[in-house]
């Protein structure tokens, strides 16, 4: 399975941004969906997850309260959308498939990466 992330670019604080990850080459509708990010010079910090049919979601403490995760399966697409901007927020941000969980061992296919800037 290939995933194309995109949707990243730069914004002013308190702005949205609303990225999507498109999968193809193989099946993406049995799969969990997961977000991560990586800053410069920071490790990777998962952001969130969705089940398979989108029935549960779970956030990072990063994203609670400004993130949403979703997918539509028949269109074989992700979405974070991303409210309220902080500039802490910059990042590369990574989509994955695979189990529903924080850890990024548990997701088998990564998106390529989107950059978003955040300023202040």
């Known amino acids: 399975v290939q995933l194309q992330a995109s949707g990243g670019g730069s914004v002013q604080a308190g702005g949205s941004l609303r990225l999507s990850c498109a999968a193809s080459?193989?099946?993406?509708?049995?799969?969990?969906v997961g977000w991560f990010r990586q800053a410069p010079g920071k490790e990777r910090e998962f952001v969130g997850a969705?089940?398979?049919?989108?029935?549960?979601?779970y956030y990072g403490d990063s994203g609670k309260g400004r993130f949403t995760i979703s997918r539509d399966n028949g269109k074989a697409t992700m979405y974070l959308q991303m409210n309220n901007l902080k500039p802490e927020d910059t990042a590369v941000y990574y989509c994955?498939?695979?189990?529903?969980?924080?850890?990024?061992?548990?997701?088998?296919?990564w998106g390529q990466g989107t950059l978003v800037t955040v300023s202040s």
């Open positions: 994955a498939i695979g189990a529903f969980t924080t850890v990024a061992s548990g997701y088998a296919y």
């Open positions: 080459g193989g099946t993406f509708s049995p799969y969990a």
């Open positions: 969705i089940t398979w049919d989108g029935s549960a979601t």
